[in-house]
């Protein structure tokens, strides 16, 4: 009974537009008869008996099927700028930037904490760090030249990540980065940083 339950859902969630368009055309269906009956007495019978009277009822047909076709692409239409659409992924471009910056904040930041330590009895511990931190910095920069086939099938978002709450406090800290950092500035930086 719940699997049941759970496709009628998924269908109603599937095909809610063509739902919506049918409810308003037999709402407004409902209004027209009900104005005309309450104004003018009108009911079906009386629609029906006006249209025995008109002697082209061919172009009257005609016009109706028309009116209907515009009053339901109109409907759709409308309901299409209504629709909530799905969050556009940012371009490859973009993120790539965003993550170089990402990566670069986080080495200067592993830099500033080597040289501006507060003493020199924990120097070991800051020198192990910082080669930490460039151990990182090029792992991640190869990410963006050095991909191999199942990276290549995954998103850019989970193949590039930055991490939100790491990227905002270091931006808080102050590191902000040249915005014309390329990916061959990286690929130099990786290569110009002596090994450990």
């Known amino acids: ?25 037999w709402v407004l269906l409902v209004a027209i008869l009900d104005y005309g009956h309450i ?3 009108c009911d079906l019978i009386c629609w029906r008996q006006q249209l025995e009277q008109v002697e082209d009822k061919p172009l009257v047909v005609m016009l109706f ?3 209907f076709k515009l009053m339901l692409l109109l409907i759709l239409t ?5 629709k909530v659409r799905p969050g556009v992924e940012p371009p490859i471009a973009q993120v790539k930037r965003r993550f170089c910056r990402f990566i670069v904040m986080r080495l200067l930041a592993a830099h500033d904490e080597f040289l501006h330590g507060k003493s020199w009895s924990d120097f070991q511990g ?5 080669v930490e931190a460039i151990h990182l910095f090029r792992s991640d920069a190869r990410k963006l030249c050095e991909r191999n086939s199942t990276e290549l099938s995954l998103p850019i978002q989970q193949m590039l990540p930055v991490e939100e709450q790491e990227e905002t406090e270091l931006l808080k800290r102050g590191y902000k980065c040249v915005p014309q950092l ?6 130099r930086l990786v290569l110009a940083l002596p090994l450990p």
């Open 1 to 25: 009974m719940f699997g049941v339950w759970q496709q009628l859902v998924e269908q109603l969630r599937l095909h809610c537009d063509v739902l919506a368009a049918m409810g308003l055309f």
């Open 39 to 41: 104004r003018h007495g």
């Open 65 to 67: 099927v028309v009116g």
């Open 78 to 82: 409308l309901l299409s700028y209504l």
């Open 126 to 130: 800051r020198h192990a760090a910082l």
């Open 182 to 187: 390329r990916e061959t500035d990286i690929y």
